[in-house]
């Protein structure tokens, strides 16, 4: 048993490599099978569509800028964005491989998550689209599209992502454990809010979707 | 008595005249990282969104509003580029240090010596269409400048009328060490401004939707604008960008950008009636560039 | 901060709703006496005529007063018959309880019940031409208008945005005890206002200068003017009339001489379309006499 | 000598009454030689011209309203107004004589009294052109012209009218020793001035010409 998976593991990895010597895996591929050289396919947690998996905490990718999904990417292997789950996967992919990937994402719709009328937080609203600016900080949705859908190439859509996903990162730009925002300007932005504040700006943003405007 | 002054904390140190204040170094080739302290400015407080009225003005002030931050979807036709009122004026217009309009409220009419005469707020809301906005001026008695006028107004509640308010226009800024300068500028630029307005200034668009403006260009605000000044926009750089990192960049980083954005070609100045030395003779007597040769281009002289 | 809230000394007791305040009895056929003591009232005080300054703001501003002043001088083309902007707003606008310019600036824009929309100061200012004054509404970004909201707004130095303060408007009155009644007002217009406003209230001329306003008449404010609501007049005649003896009417009295007054013809309401009854109807629920019959004249129908 | 001169008067006055019989005095005659009934002739103490003597305290009549000159002489015949010298003289006189006197004297120019540039007085300027309206008074010039050339029928020309004339009729406002004021109205006003005001707007009002426009 033990042997025979072995082989024919070996078998796959080998036909595998052979076509990658003729051409690199599409995206798609990448995206669905992983590039059989440790980065597993993408949709095993992000979801079929990249719609990501909320209660897991996983983000959609579907319709994120590709320029972003492919600084994120760079940023797990390099551990500017710290994740022990995605830096062997991302360093497992060529620059090459990176491109394609996010390439594939990038042109999925963007997911109908999120939609959840009548959740809306006070306060998290107020921070996604007025911002706090006593303390100097823009709304959300100043960068980030005005329903939070995301502006290319640089800034990600937020709406309807994961409410963990947006929590965890918000804390982990504030604690250093994710570094990677151009100019620090999230590390910058996050700095000027409360604990209080990170939970309902992503409660908030968590109930819209960014395929619509809120 | 409504008139309500907080101790607001703002990001920028307009501590003009302060030349001892520390010029920290700036690691070549790295983003400027926050070389000041927030310190305690006492700001008017304009009220807060949610107390706009729900009646006939509340719905005057909420389209001024609108039109304030929708300035292209709302008053399309007075706009001629992709321009919008609160690209100059942070936060829908509250922000101090960012020509707040509850502070410009209080303060007009005025004279200006940028027409040489005494300007009504109408007027001057006009301006900012025919220069920010290289449109047309909305008629002094329509609707989108009484919708400007009413949402300026309420933001205004309990300020003093006729009082020059901490927090108005832009900070002023101290002189540069170093006389600005184009590359300098380009570099500073590439670093902090690029991201959201284009390694071109081209600005972002997305869809139908203005979300960062252009800097130069045929889209962005005209040679009459105030923003084209480089002191003025030095002082709103200094004091605002990059967006939510206000205060990050040296005065000598703000001058040097704002010369470096400055020294691209954009429309013309509206009141060039065809002679480039005469219009820069009668209008441009401060510290701008129009006229000026920077590489190959007459700066004007291509002007759309 | 310049805000400045002194105690002044009013001659109005305002005090609506104190039903129980002696109402004395006037000697027939004698002039009314001061039935009133001054009492303290919080008024804001605008700047001394002396602090116009001395440039091209002041020199609007003091434009804006001979305008408000002398409107048949310096804005005769808007004007349409013998009323100039002080008769309204005494003290050159200066004075609480006299509908004051200043608590005027920081109420507007606002909403009106009277054209059912939101009105900019210039708007409001217009209005005062088109039927105080019977003219035509100077245009929104002229000399006329602006030189008026430079002065309005100076006078309104320090004072707070968006706030009612004491003193603005007319002192809303108590409603009379008695029925508002002709008779009576005629003998009150006799002993009290003749003097001055003639004994057919057409007013005094002298040369070129109108002098005391007329108060009917093809030459008084037309009936559009807020000024020929009974209750409106009322309240300015207890508030201020005879001129320098304001407060010695009974309320009962202004009612009265108030109602008698506005019993007679005057230039056409300028919204009149051909039909006196749509007209009453459509502009006219308030207390006037528009489209009542006085003597053999229906109030209106022969208005010029 | 005493006779003849008493005889001559005598002659005088038997002619003076055969003429009145036939017709009275005109305006003039009055102004100038008196009624011949215990009225002198105007014009010894208030000017050849009306224009009155400010040295001795006599006000111009001259331009005055003609309404207003008739009720003065009433007010001194009926002592509303009180004063020693006028009263007998103005109860000498009849009303159709007073009409006439009146009438000739207001048909006289304004006199060009006054008009001594330069000796404002802020404090009396301002409440002649500006009032005290802290305290409910009217400029002196909303009522008196906008010069204080006077406003027919009722109010009189106050400008360059003699210093001593106009302080001392202010005083006699507020001491009630003249109350012949229509509904009060200088009672009124004089009761909100100080004495030191009294003596400044006197002051001023005496240096402007009611000819001519300050």
């Known amino acids: 048993m033990k042997i025979r998976i072995s082989v024919s593991l070996a078998c796959a990895a080998v036909a595998y490599a052979a076509s990658a010597l003729a051409a690199p895996p599409s995206g798609k591929t990448i995206a669905q099978q992983g590039n059989g050289k440790g980065a597993p396919g993408c949709i095993s947690c992000h979801g079929d569509k990249g719609q990501g998996n909320a209660g897991a905490g996983y983000p959609y990718l579907a319709g994120q800028p590709k320029a972003y999904l492919v600084h994120q990417l760079k940023a797990f292997a390099d551990q500017t964005r710290k994740s022990p789950v995605m830096q062997p996967f991302a360093s497992a992919l060529s620059a090459e491989e990176m491109d394609a990937v996010a390439e594939y994402f990038a042109a999925l719709p963007l997911p109908k998550t999120g939609g959840k009328a009548g959740t809306a937080d006070a306060v998290g609203k107020r921070l996604a689209t007025q911002g706090k600016w006593s303390v100097g900080m823009p709304a959300c949705f100043q960068c980030h599209g005005d329903r939070g859908q995301g502006v290319a190439p640089n800034f990600p859509a937020i709406s309807g992502q994961s409410e963990d996903y947006l929590k965890k990162q918000l804390e982990h730009w504030r604690k250093g454990e994710r570094s990677n925002d151009p100019i620090g300007l999230m590390q910058s932005v996050v700095g000027h809010l409360e604990e209080s504040e990170i939970a309902a700006v992503s409660r908030y943003l968590a109930t819209l979707s960014p395929a619509k405007a809120p | ?304």
């Not at chain 2, 200006?112 to 002094?140: D, L, W």
Request: hydrophobic residues 35%.
């Open chain 2, 1 to 304: 008595m409504d008139i309500r002054f907080l101790f607001l904390f703002t990001l920028v140190v307009f501590a003009t005249g302060n030349a001892a204040r520390a010029e920290p170094a700036q690691p070549a080739g790295e983003a400027a990282q926050a070389v000041t302290t927030p310190i305690p400015v006492k700001a008017f407080q304009p009220p807060s969104e949610d107390t706009i009225p729900d009646d006939e003005f509340g719905k005057m002030v909420r389209l001024g509003k609108n039109i304030f931050t929708h300035t292209d979807k709302y008053a399309a036709k007075y706009v001629g580029n992709d321009q919008k009122c609160v690209n100059c004026h942070l936060d829908a217009g509250r922000l101090a240090h960012s020509a707040p309009l509850w502070a410009a409220w209080v303060r007009y009419p005025a004279y200006r010596k940028k027409n040489k005469m005494v300007n009504t707020m109408q007027e001057r809301i006009q301006g900012c269409f025919r220069y920010s906005m290289n449109g047309t001026p909305p008629p002094a008695d329509g609707e989108t400048i009484k919708a400007l006028m009413s949402y300026a107004y309420w933001l205004a509640e309990g300020a003093p009328t006729g009082v020059k308010l901490p927090g108005q226009g832009y900070p002023k800024l101290d002189k540069p060490k170093l006389e600005p300068d184009y590359e300098r500028g380009a570099k500073i630029f590439a670093q902090n401004c690029a991201l959201c307005h284009g390694a071109d200034g081209e600005g972002v668009r997305q869809g139908d939707e203005q979300v960062f403006p252009p800097l130069w260009g045929e889209h962005a605000f005209n040679w009459g604008a105030g923003m084209h000044r480089i002191n003025t926009a030095a002082a709103f750089i200094r004091a605002n960008m990059p967006l939510g990192k206000g205060g990050s960049l040296s005065v000598q980083q703000a001058w040097d950008v704002a010369y470096f954005i400055n020294s691209h070609e954009r429309p013309q100045d509206p009141r060039f009636e065809g002679d480039l030395k005469a219009t820069k003779e009668a209008f441009h007597n401060h510290q701008c560039r129009y006229g000026d040769k920077v590489g190959k281009t007459v700066l004007g002289q291509s002007s759309q």
